[in-house]
Nanobody
Framework: HVQLVESGGGTVQAGESLRLSCAGTGISLRSAFCVAWFRQAPGKEREGVAAIDGDRQTYYAESVKGRFTISKDNAKNSYRLFLQMDALRADDSAMYYC???????????????????WGQGTQVTVS
């Protein structure tokens, strides 16, 4: 049973940084899970922000390239996923979700539909 729990959200000013974490149980590097961050702002569709696959290949949305960094830390039966967000802007404000799926082909890593497992989200507000 896979469970994902996000943390690290908060309210910051433009230009500041935040580091989001996602604690996962029930998955591990050996399963070659692809894990990702998505976000959803009020009135907008959920969008893929960053993803990292079992080979540690990373994928980023154009709007966050150069500002956000995704990473992960694996243990035998759990992992932690991180999103370092620098130079935050007001349009980065959203609920941020982590997601996981056993295998996701690269072209679809930032699309919502392949992912089965989702966390409850953590709010990021940039003023």
């Amino acid at each position: 049973h896979v469970q994902l729990v996000e943390s690290g959200g908060g309210t910051v000013q433009a230009g500041e940084s935040l580091r989001l974490s996602c604690a996962g149980t029930g998955i591990s590097l050996r399963s070659a899970f692809c894990v990702a961050w998505f976000r959803q702002a009020p009135g907008k569709e959920r969008e893929g922000v960053a993803a990292i696959d079992g080979d540690r290949q990373t994928y980023y949305a154009e709007s966050v390239k150069g500002r956000f960094t995704i990473s992960k830390d694996n243990a035998k039966n759990s992992y932690r996923l991180f999103l370092q967000m620098d130079a935050l802007r007001a349009d980065d404000s959203a609920m941020y979700y982590c997601a996981a799926q056993r295998v996701v082909a690269g072209p679809f890593a930032l699309q919502e539909w392949p992912y089965t497992y989702w966390g409850q989200g953590t709010q990021v507000t940039v003023s």
